[in-house]
């Protein structure tokens, strides 16, 4: 079991509970990020800083990620390629993604990614509540058991 974070957007709540879960169950985790992140001395926590760039994190963890590793990100094209290869996705609100879901949610993505290319304001996405976090907190225990 490895457990890999797009980390460029990862809010700093959501790596804190991964540290300690990483420390707590013993299982290796991969920041991936282009810039530098702040990490707890722990030989299981490591960054993979990569380049500026378009998808370059998240070409790095898919060439990398194997199946029934676990990804943490809120990249839905990104975490339809996880899928694909076998990946457990989570998206730091605690929400698991699945094979089942993911083509209407990137559907979705789509369409908002239309209306605001035509100059409509969608606003961005609700601050991650308390709740978001116990989610997440949640499932990510529930997947490392």
Not at 24 to 35: E, F, G, I, K
Not at 98 to 110: F, H, V
Request: net charge negative; glycine share 6%; aromatic share 4%.
């Amino acid at each position: 079991m490895h457990i890999w974070v797009d980390a460029d957007a990862c809010p700093k709540v959501i790596r804190d509970i991964l540290f300690r879960a990483a420390e707590r169950t013993q299982t290796p985790l991969t920041m991936v990020a282009n810039h530098p992140l702040p990490l707890p001395g722990s030989t299981l926590i490591k960054q993979l800083q990569v380049p500026q760039g378009f998808d370059v994190a998240d070409d790095e963890i898919v060439s990398r990620i194997a199946a029934g590793e676990i990804l943490i990100t809120a990249d839905i094209p990104l975490a339809a390629e996880a899928l694909a290869k076998g990946a457990i996705v989570i998206s730091p609100r605690g929400e698991k993604f699945d094979t089942g879901t993911i083509r209407a949610k990137l559907t979705m993505r789509d369409f908002m990614d239309t209306l605001r290319s035509s100059g409509i304001h969608t606003g961005g996405p609700d601050t991650l509540s308390a709740a978001d976090r116990q989610a997440f907190a949640n499932q990510l225990d529930q997947l490392l058991r």
